[in-house]
Nanobody, 115 residues
């Protein structure tokens, strides 16, 4: 069983930055692809960024160049550094262990970007 706890969300003005953190439990962190999803009101949940066990990363087109995903295997923590935030980035952000198959989800953290 994997438990994921996100933190770092909040209210920020457009153009600002936030860093989300996701602390994981369990022994499989270092071998799992970790992801950040988001869901805005009335919209489908979307994969924002993912990072593989070896550190390879991928991003949604909408956040490329603005968001950076990273991981610290010793701390079992994955991060999402968000910069140049836009109002359309407003959503609940979820951390996941795995992005296909058996996926574990955190409880989510709200990010609100004001214009």
């Amino acid at each position: 069983q994997v438990q994921l706890v996100e933190s770092g969300g909040g209210l920020v003005q457009a153009g600002g930055s936030l860093r989300l953190s996701c602390a994981a439990s369990g022994s499989t962190f270092s071998i799992k692809t970790m992801g950040w999803y988001r869901q805005a009101p009335g919209k489908l949940r979307e994969l924002v960024a993912a990072i593989g066990p070896g550190g390879s990363t991928s991003y949604a087109e909408s956040v490329k160049g603005r968001f950076t995903i990273s991981r610290d295997n010793a701390k079992k923590t994955v991060y999402l550094q968000m910069s140049s935030l836009k109002p359309e980035d407003t959503a609940v952000y979820y951390c996941t262990s795995g992005i296909t198959g058996n996926v574990y989800w955190g409880q989510g953290t709200q990010v609100t970007v004001s214009s």
